[in-house]
């Protein structure tokens, strides 16, 4: 039987001590894992965490083949997000906010993937704006509107890093940026793109580690589903006028 309550814990052998215990605490329960561990570890945690939270999805990242096929054998109601390499069993929540999850380019995908399926486990909504690289400033130019209507940004990219500042500097929407390990030689498989985002002018950009979009994600869904509801701008009570100043309405036509 799983253990109840902010401190319970579940034993998996001599293996594993499962923090069951964590959504009482935080609200969303402990993920797996997937590197460094055998498919039928795999299996047997994400059981008992589904046990442990029958009413919500439970996550499993960064599974390789043998993993993927051990899980949908053993739990053939899982859900296999290809192109993160990761499962969830059980039932998404309803979303609460928007989480927008941007990418550079097409190779930084099983991040932004993600990213965006971890914002949906941690309880947010999902939109994605894919293939907006800063070699093509008029790409990201023209998603302005989509990057200003979220309640949070993921930020995702390789190279040179430099994205996360374009869209800081373009929206004033809370921002965490996720370096990729993709690139050349001397981008130091994601370090250079890690330093530009700790360096970036623009301000309010957080960082999370290299190809860490699962710490995005959770960090996005906090962010959005506390967000306020925003005011509908048309409600929106005409701002007060100095003598002499002129409103948009009141120039010339």
Known sequence: ??????????????????????????????????????????????????????????????????????????????????????????????????????????????????????????????????????????RVLSVRSDLAAADCLVVVAGMEGALPSVVGGLVGVPLVAVPTSVGYGASFGGLAALLAMLNSCAPGVTVVNIDNGFGAGVFAARVARNARPRPDPSAVAPRDVPPGWQTDSEGES
């Open 1 to 138: 039987m799983t253990e109840q309550g902010p401190e319970a814990v579940s034993r998996l052998g001599d293996y594993a001590r499962l923090d069951t215990g964590r959504a009482a605490r935080t609200g969303d329960p402990e993920v797996v894992y997937g590197g460094g561990k055998t498919p039928q570890q795999v299996v047997d945690i994400l059981r008992t965490l589904h046990a442990a939270h029958p009413d919500r999805a439970v996550l499993a990242t960064r599974l390789d083949d043998d993993a993927v096929d051990a899980v949908r054998a053993a739990h053939p109601d899982a859900v296999l997000d290809a192109v993160a390499r990761a499962v969830t069993l059980g039932p998404l929540p309803s979303p609460r906010g928007t989480v927008t999850v941007v990418s550079a380019g097409t190779s930084d995908a099983p991040v932004a993937a993600e990213a965006a399926l971890t914002a949906r486990v941690f309880g947010a909504g999902t939109t994605s704006v894919t293939d907006v690289g800063v070699a093509g400033l008029h």
